[in-house]
């Protein structure tokens, strides 16, 4: 269901958004402190790297799997609940990896559990609920804006989830991180808009007959699956996927090589800096310049750009779908490089194909007829809001 833009102060787009930034903050920066965790985990339990790179690719892929029904269902019926589920049962799946002691465990509570809480709770789905929100001359912004928070929650959660290990254990960190999720993520939750009335469904579907469509606009999700555009931007987006290997293991690979961990620590919040930076910068740009030419560099606009293609009306699934490649890529990676590692000592091999794939994705992302297919140049952006 949506809202008209009468039913709600324009201030309310704000409030959504520090919502999603608060949420996107905690899960992706918890997804995020993995890597800080890989060695010791492994050490304790004795189990080699494909084993926890395997447990994480489940996660992935899993969450990835659920992705287009989520967003089916926040298209259907709002993000409150559904956001407002996830991040509880993410906090606990959390909190329970403090327990674990064997892989059977460790497969239910962070594969399954808390993969199946990211499903509902992914930064597609709240960049989803804010470009609903937002008009097309800030949409862009307004995600770049949710997406470097994210990169934010990267930063601060590595580092102060690697002081807490050095201090308690992983254990222990695990079951403090799990606290701190439930207690700011539930909140932030429950001020996403809900269910809406038939009412103000009809009300605002009236008005969007008036207002001018994109060339690909579609009612059923279904139908953009006939399209080129969107396999051009699942194509860029599963080998996307493929450097999240990187970023789990990079802590791993960099002790490895004889740097300390708080070194190691150090670089990884870098990049994390630099991803901030460039998120921003990105989403103003990109409103100049064009969504696919950002596209070509970096993945933080997928949604804007797949909004101004096929609509707001089913965004919410488009984004799942466009997600589930990106995870499928990100899960195959992670599995191989624990693999790898365990076949040859190293990660030289699994890093050097990431690279070459991302290369690949810029290439497939700049080939996309934006001009043609976008509503920002074929006519007028329609203003829609709601969930």
Known sequence: MTQTTQEQPPTYRWVILIAACIIGFMLVGARETLGNFLKPITGELHWDR???SLIAAINLWLSGLLQPFTGHIMDRFGAKWLFASSVTLYGLGVLLVGFTHTAWYMIFVYGVVVGSATAGSSISLSNALVAQWFPAQRRAFAISVNNACVALGRLALLTLSFYAYTLYGWRWTHIYLGAGILLVTIPAALVFPGHRSTAA???QAARQRTT???PLEVVRWSEALRTLPLWQI???YFVCGMTVGLS?????FATDHGYQ???????????AVAIFCGSLLAGLVADH???KNVLGLAYALVIALTGEIYGMRTL???GGVSLLAHQMGGGLSVWLAGKLYDLTGGYDFSFTLATLALVGASLVSFSIAERRYSMRYTTPAPYVVGD
Do not use: K, N, P, S
């Open 261 to 271: 961990h708080a070194d190691a620590v150090v670089a990884q919040g870098t990049m």
């Open 289 to 291: 310049i064009g969504r």
């Open 212 to 214: 001018a469509q994109g």
């Open 234 to 236: 699942m194509g860029g």
């Open 50 to 52: 494909e084993t926890i």
């Open 248 to 252: 789990m293991h990079f802590i791993a």
């Open 316 to 318: 919410g699934t488009l």
């Open 201 to 203: 469904h009809r009300a």
